[in-house]
């Protein structure tokens, strides 16, 4: 009855200590990702959108949940003209937001389709449109 007693207690120790490991990393990958975010709001507000990309990427590669991540990678591209590839990181952030962003994500997308469209090739064009019906 000791060894299983004992068995017991080490098990506890082992799970506690897995737990307490995959919350600590969880918690550092989103301190890591909000580092990069915070950097990379600073360039593009500074208009380095070119510079802010890698950032973002590096964001939501930490936090693969990270909605604001996701929505100023798509802002830096549209900024850039690479519209198809705003359009991917758009759709997630889209997916991840909650109501008001969704809002603000179909003004930003809307607004560069009104004043960028006639610079943006068919299927661009068709994959922003597809995104604004959402």
């Not at 060894?3 to 200590?17: D, H, L, P, Q």
């Not at 550092?28 to 709001?41: H, K, N």
């Not at 600073?42 to 929505?71: C, M, Q, T, W």
């Not at 809307?110 to 995104?131: K, T």
Request: contains cysteine; charged residues 30%.
């Amino acid at each position: 009855m000791e060894i299983m007693k004992a068995f017991k207690i080490v098990r506890g120790i082992i799970v506690s200590a897995i737990l307490l490991h995959t919350v600590s990393c969880a918690g550092l990958q989103a301190r890591q990702a909000r580092s990069e975010f915070d950097t990379g709001l600073s360039l593009f507000n500074s208009g380095r959108y070119a510079d802010a990309v890698s950032h973002f990427e590096k964001a939501i590669e930490f936090d693969p949940e990270f909605g604001k991540g996701y929505l100023y990678l798509g802002r830096s591209y549209l900024n850039l003209g690479r519209w198809r590839e705003a359009v991917p990181p758009l759709r997630t952030a889209f997916r991840l937001a909650p109501d008001e962003t969704k809002r603000e994500i179909a003004d930003i997308v809307l607004d560069i389709f009104l004043r960028h469209g006639r610079a943006m090739d068919e299927e661009s064009q068709s994959e922003i449109r597809d995104l604004l019906r959402q």
